[in-house]
DNA sequence: CTGAAAGCGCTTACAG
DNA sequence: CTGAAAGCGCTTACAG
């Protein structure tokens, strides 16, 4: 059991050096520079008095703090507490600790979250707070502590940043429901200020495009956030047009939740009546009926590299920002079925659809 | 913009004050040493200098850090963000933050946290890890920071802790099953030698017995954790039972998404063939098919009051501990039904079972 | 390779 | 009510 309080005096008083010696003993980066014999009698008088550095004392004397801040909108979103883990993994491993924010999404909040980790001094900060216009982190000043972003990224690449490849994403879901033989194919939209709203969007525009599929406007419904009542609301708008959907592309697997209770609302059934597909792969959304095809992003990776890349700021404040794009991965579960097509009045096999042969992916 | 570096010295020299009196006239609690006036100016001076005190000078001075440690097992465990959410909320709007740890249920790994939080002197500890005996808790030295245990408690009292009842939460479940008609009603116990694995089980027995019902031990299957893959282990085993229970109390949410799929792959259906009940009220088990009846505990109550009392620890070391108990509510969704003595071949009305009359809870 | 000393920016008894 | 000063426990140029 050590003492109530030893310092660095002390250990050195016992090893018979100055404490500056003591420091420069007990301290990796300056240890080559003193002598190997008294290395061993400083360490022998630490462990012996079961010394403890005093971390305070050091961080006001560095103004270091081996801390990180970490704004995300809710860890109440599933979304995020793997990521956070993946974060506080690395930064354990390096001897940081992070300080976790939640704003809520409101702009006031995230103002005062990033005011109170400047006063704590963090040694650096990873967002996943941002929206593709950000005046918060426009403003940041030119002192501030070194900041990577996180699964949304700002329009001009300010920043260091880790994302998932949004468009690559959703082109796997358009592909897959193009091989199922869908053809109207709706998409629940995610908030266009946010990268990932944007960017997935962006990306069903472009791979219906390039699957020779039309897009109806009737069909693309935008939600104001990522949420199961955003989701439902939009479900509605694009279930009520005619010809029906028989497919919806969710923006992420909140929205897809809404989308669930809605076609069941709407006296409908997935994947009978209409196919459906999530973004994220939540936890536990291969326990839903029916399970939900979605796709797949590194939660843990994600949140281990945003860690990497901020110490890597930290160590090296002079080193070019970073950009990682992590790829996703389409996780097909029972939530997406043969379109009408295929399984409809035509069989498959007595007539080919003309569709098929129109089909670019498949010439 | 602030200038990069506004110290107190700066304050008080433009104010025509020492930095001493400049400190005390920022300071809350000091303020009303000094003059009005020479506050006003002083306020002013900093104000318009930009002035943002250094958190990490006074916590060198003070010892304090206004950061409490919170170390759960796994944040990706779905009970946990939103306890964790009420904490920080708390602690936030006191102007603390809370440094986070994941232990993973292995004691290395706690110990190690422990350290590393102490060595970062929090000013308090909030714990969701504690085993019913604790080796680690019960080594705590006497100078460790001030302790508050949440969900989990230790056997022997020696700590404050913010709990739910598990008792009476299990209760409520057993009576619900007993009034729609389930007498074989099995338990998928939680980890014995946690509080709230130990505390439901007992709470089984009582219930059971006093509702008349006998506890038939081959309905009975112990877990070795919290997990969907034992919840699915302990469910085969209960349902290998004859007669088969017509009901399963699982020990908590997790267990019962394996109770689900073991259910499932019986070749039985929930709720027709076995009712299933859970507990805490997980995000998204009303969602599953059919949706979970379950135990809901406070999530956010819970952090709070955790939050408060390691707060008022801090404030006055010397108060006594508290011990809060939280209330319980049983959420009925679809995953419990009538039990087969009223919807089977005795109806209900045209004979009265025998063990009606000998429910003691009914007489 | 080591010692002596300054100093990080506050807070807080201690005088007056 | 305010000033002068000590000091929290380290790190780190600066000498030698």
Redesign the interface.
Known sequence: ??A?KVTLRDVAVLAGVHSGTASRALNESTRSLVNADTVRRVTEAANSLGY??????R??KT?R?FSIGVIIP???N?L???I??GI??RL?SAGY??????TENDAGRERRIFA?M????VDGLVLATARREDPMLLGV?R?APPIVLVNRIVEDHAFSSVSVDDGAGIRLVVEHLRALGHRRIAHVAGPQELSTGFGRYRGFQASMRSAGLEIDPKLVSFSSSFSIAEGARCAAEVLAARPRPSAIVAANDMLA?GC?AEIEECGLRCPDGVSLVGFNDM??VD???PPLTTVRIPHAEIGAQAAELILERIDQPDSPLKSLLLAPELVVRGSTVQGPKLNGKMSASSRRSPSRSEDPSRS
Chains 1, 2 share one sequence.
């Not at 600790?97 to 939640?102: D, E, I, M, Y």
């Not at 400047?118 to 001094?121: D, N, Q, S, V, Y």
């Open positions: 059991m050590p109530a403890r550095p005093n971390h305070l004392a961080s006001f103004q703090t809710d860890l109440n599933p995020f507490p793997p956070v883990r506080e993994d354990a600790v992070a300080l976790l924010g939640n109170e400047e006063a704590r001094h000043a002192n939740l669930y936890p536990f326990r839903l009926t």
